[in-house]
């Protein structure tokens, strides 16, 4: 009853602010655009709603300097753990913790320098026991991965509006997070390999929550770019929750 009392007081909140600044903007077609808090407090809220602990997902990716497709599995896990790997040919494991992560081969992992590029589990399933600390997460880590909290603008993905977080419209090149408008899951992002603006510029685009065998917690199709150009298309196959999957799964070097 208390997380269904507070979910409907967001959605209030949200239709309020919204009310209120449609009537005091002078100028027609000025849009009301939410603090960057709200949009993140609005996500992890979403993702509060669901009851699975961890996934399984079996994937199947497409990779530019490659002619077949590969097919990976991932293995996700509150809070912020990931696991993914290459099923076929010469395993590639990927393996994060709470916002460390380490990759190479399967029997020699290495802990990968620098800033970390992958947001989807900060995004998705974030540390913290309350809405309260999960947003306070994901706030601190956009801001570590070079992105500016104090800016916020509007842009359209596909046709669908969203809220860029980290840059104006006209700044392409910044580093950035966009938000759907309506349903608040991200679906692109802009960072760089050494922080900031500097480095090679990585971007992820995600799509089709609604059709992905994972649910709202994953894509259905995720892309990536390095330094504009293709790199990789990956897309859920299917999917398994609940597993109880074992923490040695997730250890780093």
Not at 162 to 180: C, H, M, N, R
Request: proline content about 6%; glycine content about 6%.
């Amino acid at each position: 009853m208390t997380e269904l009392c507070y979910s409907q007081n967001l959605m209030k909140k949200a239709l309020y602010l919204t009310l209120l600044l449609s009537f005091s903007l002078p100028a027609i077609g000025q849009a009301y655009i939410l603090p960057p808090d709200f949009i993140v407090r609005m996500l992890v809220d979403k993702q509060r709603q669901g009851k699975s602990q961890d996934w399984s997902l079996k994937l199947s990716t497409e990779y530019a300097d490659q002619d077949l497709l590969s097919e990976e599995r991932l293995y996700l896990k509150r809070p912020e753990r990931v696991r993914q790997f290459e099923t076929s040919g010469q395993e590639r494991v990927y393996v994060e913790r709470e916002g460390k992560s380490a990759s190479g081969h399967k029997k020699v992992l290495k802990l990968n320098p620098g800033p970390h590029t992958n947001l989807l589990a900060t995004l998705m399933i974030p540390v913290g026991k309350t809405v309260d600390e999960r947003s306070a997460r994901i706030m601190e880590f956009l801001t570590q991965s070079g992105i500016d909290t104090s800016v916020v603008s509007l842009g359209r993905l596909n046709q669908k509006p969203a809220y860029i977080v980290g840059a104006k419209l006209s700044e392409t090149k910044k580093p950035q997070i966009w938000f759907d408008k309506r349903s608040f899951l991200p679906v692109r992002w802009l960072v760089y390999s050494k922080g900031d603006s500097t480095g090679t510029p990585i971007e992820v685009r995600l799509a089709n929550y609604a059709s992905s065998p994972a649910g709202s917690i994953h894509p259905q199709i995720l892309e990536t770019y390095r330094d504009g150009k293709f790199v990789s298309r990956t897309t859920v196959l299917e999917a398994k929750v609940n597993q109880s999957l074992p923490e040695s799964l997730f250890e780093l070097p």
